[in-house]
């Protein structure tokens, strides 16, 4: 007999739980999880936030769709992440993640020069949501819309922190540019999962 409760087996992608994700960040050791983490489902136990690469290698080079989503790849082998679209149905032991860029052209060959990737996920009931670095996690953009597509939703934090005034803000990026959708597995229908992962000394000066 399966025990599963019916609506679970119905979700299209892990729990959304922002009370227990609020009490992730309060833990000095859980609160690097970061987008990339959270976007498998995972909490990651240390003191530096998981980087693209550093589960399997090295960490990512190059700010790029290619090169986040080969090192993406390398990370979860064993999982089979695949390429879908927006509009395609999933098998239910899978969900939907995207990955967007923010190459940060207006400042190219300056000091200043600071580009991100972010990763957004697809919850149980379908809408999205995201990590924010060590911020909360939260389902709205940066216009505090809820998020339906990811390619919709405005993912200009840089705009929203000049609109704020805020002279120092912990979301300092725009994300245009659209690396794509990806299948990954469910790693549980009940919650995230704690781990820890061994790394290498890398630069993990990022803002995810």
């Not at 019916?6 to 994700?21: F, H, I, N, R, V």
């Not at 149905?89 to 207006?106: E, M, N, S, W």
Request: a negative charge; one cysteine or more.
């Amino acid at each position: 007999m399966n025990s599963k409760p019916a609506e679970l087996e119905k979700c299209m992608g892990p729990l959304w739980q922002p009370k227990l994700w609020d009490e992730i960040n309060k833990e000095e050791y859980l609160k690097h999880t970061n987008c990339y983490s959270y976007a498998f489902n995972y909490i990651d136990y240390g003191e530096e936030k998981l980087q693209p690469g550093e589960i399997h290698g090295t960490k990512y080079k190059e700010t790029t769709c290619d090169e986040i989503i080969q090192k993406m790849e390398n990370d979860y082998v064993n999982d089979g992440v695949e390429k879908t679209s927006f509009k395609e149905t999933l098998p239910k032991d899978r969900y939907k993640i995207a990955l967007f860029i923010d190459p940060d052209k207006q400042r190219k060959n300056t000091k200043d020069h600071d580009q991100d990737y972010h990763f957004y996920r697809q919850d149980c009931s379908g809408a999205w949501s995201h990590k924010p670095g060590t911020n909360d996690a939260t389902n709205e953009d940066a216009s505090g819309n809820a998020i339906t597509n990811p390619e919709k939703a405005d993912r200009d934090y840089e705009n929203k922190c000049i609109q704020d005034g805020l002279e120092e803000c912990d979301e300092e990026h725009n994300y245009p540019e659209f690396c794509g959708y990806f299948s990954v597995p469910k790693n549980s229908l009940y919650g995230p999962v704690t781990r820890f992962v061994e790394r290498g000394d890398n630069d993990n000066d990022n803002d995810n």
